[in-house]
């Protein structure tokens, strides 16, 4: 892969260009950084026992294949918009450009969904023993008022949360790294599989829980316009954070495995917290389950945030409803927008369990990146002014090929969920087209 010197272009950006390498950073890690691990560490450990880390590492390498079909892809068109507007330039059909942006939204409402179940777990009730589902129904209502009354995420702030979160798998590792000083875990149990079970399938299983620990790193494709020298700065921010993140769950992986067996991690819906616990190093619960929901809630909150935005956005060009783009008269946020997304999200949490949910992310997010990789390669013909991050030909290809086999690995309840997400999509879509039509009669 090689990346040349940007050349200057006669246009000014429209967007001041404050976004430096550090802050692209720690924008990405953060995105990508959190949430996901302090759910799905238990969920992992019943696919693979304490083999954590290697589904991590797999996930990794798979998430970065598709990462660099993203760096030429942002470069090269250095506009805000990701996935779709990449599908519209190399496919030039509305209704592959619709689908790619409407599986990125349903993922976003899924995601956020699954987010609340894990806030209302073993975390929360630290402070409060409340039943998890109408837990979780509160918190998306609570997020949907924020985000209605209108939040400014601010990417000094993303720096804070993220060292929140970046301290909670800190405390995990360094713990349990005080438990063996003192003689304590069991060091075998990182090799150690489910009986009965193949490795190979087993890790391959695990990839796919694991890879929604580092989707996130797709939306930075919005901000480009931002980014200082993006064509330098991108690509290094990106890959960056994606290997600094799997570090970090590689470590994390280890230390659950030696902390705790696996089947104590599987029955724990805050496995986080319950490595903490076992270690005996006397770290508060309370102290722990905190930083755990605040790396959920706002991981809950930008995903709706986006989620929301994009609804809008749809509707105000067509795609959807054109209801769905009313706005509030003082605070101009998408209120109809919101709802709608709060109200899917809150649907989805009573009918489905974390893990399902997870992986019907991943599954939305697969058709997605596929779109992404091959797009790389149907534009390669399409030459640009200035220069830019070119990717090596093969990884845009294995990139396609491991979400095929990702794809292959799900299971028909996740295809089903999946598909009634994008069967309704299609519906809304018909909807808003007929009444574009009526509306031009």
């Given at each position: 892969?090689?990346?040349?010197?940007?050349?200057?272009?006669?246009?000014?950006?429209?967007?001041?260009?404050?976004?430096?390498?550090?802050?692209?950073?720690?924008?990405?890690?953060?995105?990508?950084?959190?949430?996901?691990?302090?759910?799905?560490?238990?969920?992992?450990?019943?696919?693979?026992?304490?083999?954590?880390?290697?589904?991590?590492?797999?996930?990794?390498?798979?998430?970065?294949?598709?990462?660099?079909?993203?760096?030429?892809?942002?470069?090269?068109?250095?506009?805000?918009?990701?996935?779709?507007?990449?599908?519209?330039?190399?496919?030039?059909?509305?209704?592959?450009?619709?689908?790619?942006?409407?599986?990125?939204?349903?993922?976003?409402?899924?995601?956020?969904?699954?987010?609340?179940?894990?806030?209302?777990?073993?975390?929360?009730?630290?402070?409060?023993?409340?039943?998890?589902?109408?837990?979780?129904?509160?918190?998306?209502?609570?997020?949907?008022?924020?985000?209605?009354?209108?939040?400014?995420?601010?990417?000094?702030?993303?720096?804070?949360?993220?060292?929140?979160?970046?301290?909670?798998?800190?405390?995990?590792?360094?713990?349990?790294?005080?438990?063996?000083?003192?003689?304590?875990?069991?060091?075998?149990?990182?090799?150690?599989?489910?009986?009965?079970?193949?490795?190979?399938?087993?890790?391959?299983?695990?990839?796919?829980?694991?890879?929604?620990?580092?989707?996130?790193?797709?939306?930075?494709?919005?901000?480009?316009?931002?980014?200082?020298?993006?064509?330098?700065?991108?690509?290094?921010?990106?890959?960056?954070?994606?290997?600094?993140?799997?570090?970090?769950?590689?470590?994390?992986?280890?230390?659950?495995?030696?902390?705790?067996?696996?089947?104590?991690?599987?029955?724990?819906?805050?496995?986080?917290?319950?490595?903490?616990?076992?270690?005996?190093?006397?770290?508060?619960?309370?102290?722990?389950?905190?930083?755990?929901?605040?790396?959920?809630?706002?991981?809950?909150?930008?995903?709706?945030?986006?989620?929301?935005?994009?609804?809008?956005?749809?509707?105000?060009?067509?795609?959807?409803?054109?209801?769905?783009?009313?706005?509030?008269?003082?605070?101009?946020?998408?209120?109809?927008?919101?709802?709608?997304?709060?109200?899917?999200?809150?649907?989805?949490?009573?009918?489905?369990?974390?893990?399902?949910?997870?992986?019907?992310?991943?599954?939305?997010?697969?058709?997605?990146?596929?779109?992404?990789?091959?797009?790389?390669?149907?534009?390669?013909?399409?030459?640009?002014?200035?220069?830019?991050?070119?990717?090596?030909?093969?990884?845009?290809?294995?990139?396609?090929?491991?979400?095929?086999?990702?794809?292959?690995?799900?299971?028909?309840?996740?295809?089903?969920?999946?598909?009634?997400?994008?069967?309704?999509?299609?519906?809304?879509?018909?909807?808003?087209?007929w009444s574009t039509r009526r509306a031009t009669e």
């Open positions: 892969m090689t990346a040349e010197a940007p050349q200057q272009t006669d246009q000014p950006p429209p967007l001041k260009r404050r976004i430096t390498g550090p802050l692209l950073f720690m924008f990405i890690l953060g995105d990508v950084l959190g949430a996901g691990i302090y759910a799905l560490m238990g969920k992992l450990s019943g696919e693979v026992g304490g083999v954590l880390w290697a589904p991590l590492v797999l996930a990794l390498l798979l998430a970065l294949l598709t990462a660099g079909s993203y760096a030429e892809l942002v470069t090269k068109y250095p506009k805000a918009g990701g996935a779709a507007v990449f599908a519209e330039r190399a496919f030039k059909q509305p209704l592959v450009s619709f689908l790619v942006g409407f599986s990125m939204l349903a993922a976003g409402v899924t995601s956020a969904a699954g987010l609340a179940l894990a806030f209302s777990g073993d975390y929360l009730t630290t402070f409060a023993p409340v039943p998890a589902e109408p837990a979780a129904l509160v918190f998306l209502v609570l997020i949907g008022c924020l985000n209605a009354r209108g939040i400014s995420e601010s990417l000094k702030s993303n720096v804070v949360m993220t060292c929140i979160e970046v301290t909670g798998l800190v405390i995990v590792v360094v713990t349990v790294a005080v438990m063996l000083g003192r003689g304590g875990g069991d060091v075998s149990r990182i090799g150690q599989f489910p009986d009965g079970a193949n490795p190979a399938l087993a890790i391959l299983g695990g990839a796919i829980i694991a890879y929604y620990s580092f989707v996130g790193f797709e939306t930075s494709a919005n901000v480009v316009e931002e980014i200082r020298d993006p064509s330098r700065v991108y690509p290094r921010a990106l890959f960056g954070a994606l290997v600094a993140a799997g570090v970090v769950y590689a470590l994390v992986g280890v230390a659950s495995a030696i902390a705790l067996p696996d089947s104590e991690l599987a029955e724990s819906s805050g496995p986080l917290l319950a490595v903490v616990s076992a270690t005996g190093v006397g770290v508060p619960d309370w102290l722990f389950s905190a930083i755990a929901l605040v790396a959920v809630a706002n991981g809950a909150l930008l995903t709706m945030i986006m989620a929301s935005r994009l609804t809008y956005g749809m509707a105000q060009e067509g795609l959807l409803p054109g209801a769905l783009a009313k706005v509030l008269p003082n605070r101009r946020t998408p209120w109809a927008a919101i709802v709608a997304t709060t109200v899917v999200a809150m649907m989805l949490t009573l009918v489905g369990e974390l893990q399902t949910l997870a992986e019907t992310v991943v599954l939305l997010l697969l058709f997605v990146f596929i779109s992404t990789n091959v797009s790389v390669l149907v534009l390669r013909r399409d030459t640009v002014e200035h220069d830019h991050f070119r990717v090596w030909t093969v990884v845009p290809v294995l990139g396609v090929a491991s979400c095929v086999l990702l794809l292959t690995q799900q299971s028909g309840q996740v295809w089903m969920y999946a598909g009634i997400l994008l069967a309704v999509g299609a519906v809304l879509h018909l909807v808003a087209k």
